[in-house]
């Protein structure tokens, strides 16, 4: 099998046709496929059903002599805010228990900047003239969107295999509009990089001019592993304050891809001068969470460990739907030459780069043959990826026979976009 | 039994010696005991905890076609709406069920006006130099709580039998800085006054001079009679789409009150213009609500029949409490003439006013007594009660023993504070 680039025009034009003849047939099966988002498949649901039922009795409510069905205890269930603090490796004190979603805890975060500032801020960031962030990309569109609501700059920093261009981020956090950056340090979104130690280091270790800063540590798939064993990582409030830096960084996680996606427990862990003051800002805006939610996952994950068992059984459902991603791509893309992609351990995604100029079309593509993929160009700020290369492949929710599939298609799409594009 | 404004100083002298002993000898007791928040006994939770094993096999989870397990369905499940829509009078459309708090959602509603504006603003309203807020009082103190954190300047509104004020409110919208109201109209936080179909009409007709003006409907009791059968209400949504004013409002409710306080569901409900501003702005925040606490809802209320057969239950647990409440203040207080109170219906509490200048006195006598209540003054904007008069009692959550001995405690603190006043 030869790469595309090396063909000869003819040889292009051949294998185009034969390319198209295939695609029109899986065209015809009017196929309806979804590997848009990272969402958990009914397997792994149905496995963790079981915690629903596990509070029964009204004795099963007490926990931590509290009563979790009444109003009370606005950072969270003593024993959750534990639970969490294991698993990051931080101390209880430094957790906040919430709602069921992480990621409008995060959105909370930054609109508190906006309303009322930041700990250490001179003013309300709505106050300022400009806003400037550090967006390592590609990235999860999501944390994008926030910014891009509150009318942020968003600066694009290039993803290295260790992390974001610290060389990069160095040198823009001189400017003192830049406040602050979005990171997903372990098993980034999408392309599953595992940030490394110096990478850490650098972070937790950085200057801004701006001295309220706000470092947004996404640890979304803190113990998401799908290949291999739990890969311990650092606490990234001890790194920061071994430079001084406690006050920057809130980290963020949840168990909506441990228990349930959007009905699970999510939290924020940040310095006691944080949480004293962060609390007094949403003392005002809500009384307590579901502290009924937080004590079926303590009950039902009891701890660390028990997270790593489950985890596991998880990665028995998810690692063979990689596998069966990173085959197709090795078998159908890889000889042709038209794209390259991360061979991630945890995570939720396979992040592909085609050849410059086709993420678009291959889409399209996709999308036409009956199979949704996420929008290319949605891993970067303002939706615009400067090579129109980077798509994510979000493998989790389609069950293995429509799997195979829907890699079928987006094979066949990638090759006839690179194709037409050859051939234009 | 003489008032106390009848007597002379030395039978007053009299009647303090009397109850100076009354009091030290409870302050003895070294009591325990809360009337502060309106908290929901251990007996409603107790009854309500049958909703939650309610979800048991997997096929429990789909409904409305939708697996209530995974992300999606940002504005609720449909059935869930549907529910609502029922209790409000108002279309499944016009509703967004959200998380477990009704005063996250809106928190959330002041915060977007300020970051993003309303769907009519000409800017956000921290671009304003100043935001004014009409505040019904006595009122719902985390409401001016919520105005207080944004900077509002607060004007306070005396309440009537029927209401607000409105001869005064339909002075103050003539200003231009006046952005909004707080109103609990039925039941109302704390004086259980339910609004006149005269006040409402003329709410939902208002015309403001700021077009943006936003009317905040805390319908927070709209099924929460004890005394009594369940009271029809007008739709508010209706009402002031009658006078063109469909996008003033929104309205706000939550099951705190009928199955869990912090664990319930919570929902907004507002214009299909409203519905689609705010549902771009909350696509960027949040996901999906938890449909899985939804869904136990829906299987376990099913309709307005089942909600009101439900309050029906709340109402032979709490209405002996009430009752209680009512004749410790006619035996105890009425007779010396120290206080006066509403007799409600419905809702969550009893507001007294006292004499003018001792309820301050009072509450500190309370305390030191062992007996937590609502803060004097915290019924209106920024904590002062310019007649340091009203006192909220809350009598849902202590078990109807401590109960009597709470009521005692309050009504020999009132005595004593009014004793001391006159006599000094």
Redo the contacts between chains.
């Keep these: 099998m030869k790469k595309y680039a090396e063909m000869t025009r003819s040889e292009l034009e051949l294998e185009r046709a034969e390319v198209q003849a295939k695609y029109d047939e899986l065209k015809a099966k009017k196929l309806s496929l979804n590997m848009a988002?990272g969402?958990?498949g009914?397997a792994q649901?149905?496995m963790t059903?079981e915690m629903?039922?596990i509070?029964?009795s009204?004795s099963d409510?007490m926990c931590d002599g509290i009563?979790?069905?009444?109003?009370?205890n606005l950072e969270g269930l003593p024993s959750c805010r534990a639970l969490f603090a294991e698993l990051l490796g931080v101390k209880p004190e430094n957790v906040f228990c919430g709602?069921?979603?992480s990621?409008?805890m995060m959105?909370?975060t930054i609109?508190k900047c906006?309303?009322?500032g930041r700990v250490n801020s001179d003013k309300?960031w709505?106050?300022l003239d400009k806003v400037k962030w550090l967006c390592p990309a590609p990235g999860y569109d999501?944390h994008f969107?926030?910014s891009q609501?509150?009318g942020m700059e968003m600066i694009t920093v290039p993803m290295t295999s260790e992390g974001p261009d610290m060389d990069l981020v160095e040198e823009l956090i001189r400017d003192g509009d830049v406040r602050g950056m979005w990171c997903v340090p372990k098993y980034s979104n999408p392309d599953g990089i595992v940030y490394s130690a110096e990478t850490i280091r650098r972070i937790a270790s950085m200057k801004p001019a701006a001295k309220d800063f706000l470092l947004m540590w996404d640890n979304a798939y803190c113990v998401h592993e799908f290949f291999g064993d739990y890969l311990p990582f650092p606490d990234i409030l001890g790194e920061c304050a071994k430079y001084g830096n406690e006050d920057m960084v809130f980290e963020f996680a949840s168990t909506?891809k441990i228990t349930?996606?959007?009905?699970g427990v999510s939290v924020f862990a940040c310095s006691e001068h944080n949480m004293e003051y962060v609390k007094k800002?949403l003392t005002?805006?809500?009384?307590?969470?579901?502290?009924?939610?937080q004590l079926r996952h303590v009950r039902y994950l009891r701890d660390k460990a028990g997270v790593l068992a489950l985890m596991k059984r998880h990665a028995a459902i998810l690692g063979p739907k990689f596998r069966c991603v990173l085959d197709w791509l090795d078998r159908e893309i890889a000889p042709r030459g038209i794209a390259q992609w991360q061979k991630p351990n945890g995570g939720y995604f396979v992040s592909v780069n085609t050849m410059p100029g086709i993420a678009k079309e291959t889409w399209r593509l996709c999308k036409e043959a009956g199979l949704t993929m996420t929008g290319a160009g949605a891993t970067f700020p303002y939706g615009r990826d400067p090579k129109d290369s980077n798509m994510r492949v979000a493998p989790s929710l389609p069950p293995t026979e429509q799997l195979e599939q829907a890699m079928e298609v987006y094979c066949i799409s990638m090759r006839l976009a690179a194709l037409n594009k050859l051939l234009a």
């Design positions: 988002r969402k958990p009914k649901l149905d059903s629903m039922d509070l029964k009204d409510y009563d979790v069905r009444n109003y009370g709602g069921t979603a990621l409008q959105y909370d609109a906006y309303t009322h309300p709505a106050k999501r969107a926030i609501s509150f909506s349930f996606p959007g009905a800002l005002v805006q809500v009384i307590s969470y579901d502290k009924v939610n």
